[in-house]
């Protein structure tokens, strides 16, 4: 079983819709977990840090549910500029990254 | 914010060459660098862990005598892909901590390399 488990999709939403990620994760000793952009051939870049209260950050709400191990992220009112593959990353102790395989976005005009 | 910086982000050489790839941290010291790999369509897969002044700590499966790591300084890690061949054509990221674990990570640009 894979560590992360997310859906890789694609997903193909209109502009103005809401969507949803979500990632499972297999390691109940995991700290940290974090929610990625990665556009077309480039390095990925972080969205958000996920908390167990949960937080949002304009159009992007991220959950943690540490009971069930998954992250969530939703996504309002998307924008074209919203395409992107979005990764759930997370961490232990050791600091080092486990990325989920990637959920592909395009925002249909 | 914390800036990583990498060095080259295009390389396309022949089968055989060895290449090097650098991964500097400019605003903050870095103990602990990270050196990621990722094939077409694929998610990051982390290499090995870069520790300034000893030893880099390679994940199973990744060959410590192709992929050389040097992390001779704490703004400075250093990725050298040995006699590369055309597998080993990806994307190369690296990435470091600025704080304790619970902080994100910075990624550099990433460095696309090619073999020919």
């Known amino acids: 079983r894979k560590e992360v488990e997310q859906d890789p999709g694609p997903f193909n939403v209109p502009e103005g819709a809401t969507v949803a990620f979500n990632c499972t994760y297999s390691?109940?000793?995991?700290?940290?977990f974090f929610w990625y952009r990665q556009d077309c051939r480039k390095e990925p870049k972080l969205l958000m840090s996920?908390?167990?209260s949960g937080n949002e950050d304009g159009r992007f709400t991220a959950q943690l549910n540490r009971a069930s191990q998954y992250i969530s992220l939703l996504i309002r009112d998307s924008k074209l500029s919203d395409s992107a593959t979005y990764l759930c990353?997370?961490?232990?102790?050791?600091?080092?990254?486990?990325f989920g395989s990637g959920t592909q976005l395009t925002v249909l005009p | 914010g914390a800036v990583v910086s990498q060095h080259p982000s295009w390389v396309i050489c022949k089968s055989g060459t060895s290449v090097k790839i650098e991964c500097r941290s400019l605003?903050?010291?870095?103990?602990?660098m990270f050196w990621y790999r990722q094939f077409p369509k694929q998610s990051l897969m982390l290499m090995a862990t870069?520790?300034?002044?000893?030893?880099?700590?390679?994940e199973q499966g990744v060959e410590k005598d192709k992929f050389l790591i040097n992390h001779a300084s704490l703004t400075l890690s250093t990725l050298t892909v040995t006699s590369a061949h055309p597998e080993d054509s990806s994307f190369y990221i690296c990435?470091?901590?600025?704080?304790?674990?619970?902080?994100?990570?910075?990624f550099g640009d990433g460095t696309r390399l090619s073999i020919l």
């Open positions: 605003d903050f010291q870095a103990t602990t």
């Open positions: 990435s470091a901590n600025v704080g304790d674990s619970n902080q994100p990570q910075h």
């Open positions: 996920v908390y167990s």
């Open positions: 990353a997370l961490s232990g102790s050791a600091r080092q990254l486990t």
């Open positions: 390691n109940s000793a995991s700290q940290s």
């Open positions: 870069s520790n300034e002044g000893s030893k880099a700590t390679y």
